[in-house]
């Protein structure tokens, strides 16, 4: 795992269509996304879906193996931001307002957690998002998500 800073403006050069599954993989080299090993899984016109495989090193309590809250909490922050530039179509500098997230269940022992973030509405400072994180059938959740995140400034590049 490598960390450091990304050069954004270099994966989403002016002129050049938001691509999810680009940035997912610049960006897992670095910070917690990197060392979550999040993976790009899919995408669509304002949503977005990545993963995380469980880890040992990410549980939260050894007796049970459930995952440790806070590694939903980054992989629903960063789906849910990415549906936001997915439905823009490009990068622009925002920031988590606000991110719910209200569990259902744990995630059970050794699974697999996918994370899929929507963006249902864009103003011109504020991208409105809604999520679940779920083991492989979205019909069962362990968890789900609402927020906003403010739009901060002009595209990269």
């Not at 590694?71 to 530039?85: G, P, R």
């Not at 995630?107 to 083991?135: D, K, M, Q, W």
């Amino acid at each position: 795992m490598a960390f450091g800073k990304p050069d954004l403006g270099s994966i989403t050069p002016k002129g050049a269509a938001f691509d999810p599954a680009l940035v997912n993989k610049m960006m897992g080299k670095f910070g917690h996304g990197g060392f979550l090993d999040m993976e790009y899984v899919g995408h669509g016109d304002d949503w977005v879906e990545l993963a995380i495989d469980w880890r040992e090193d990410l549980v939260a309590d050894p007796d049970t193996g459930i995952l440790a809250s806070a590694v939903i909490i980054s992989l629903m922050d960063n789906a849910t931001s990415m549906s936001i530039w997915t439905k823009l179509g490009e990068f622009r500098p925002q920031v988590t307002m606000d991110l719910r997230i209200d569990y259902l269940r744990p995630s059970p022992s050794g699974e697999r957690v996918y994370g899929r973030g929507i963006c249902y509405h864009l103003t011109n400072s504020i991208g409105f998002v809604r999520g679940f994180a779920h083991n492989g059938n979205p019909d069962e959740p362990l968890a789900h998500a609402s927020g906003t995140f403010i739009r901060i400034g002009d595209r990269i590049a």
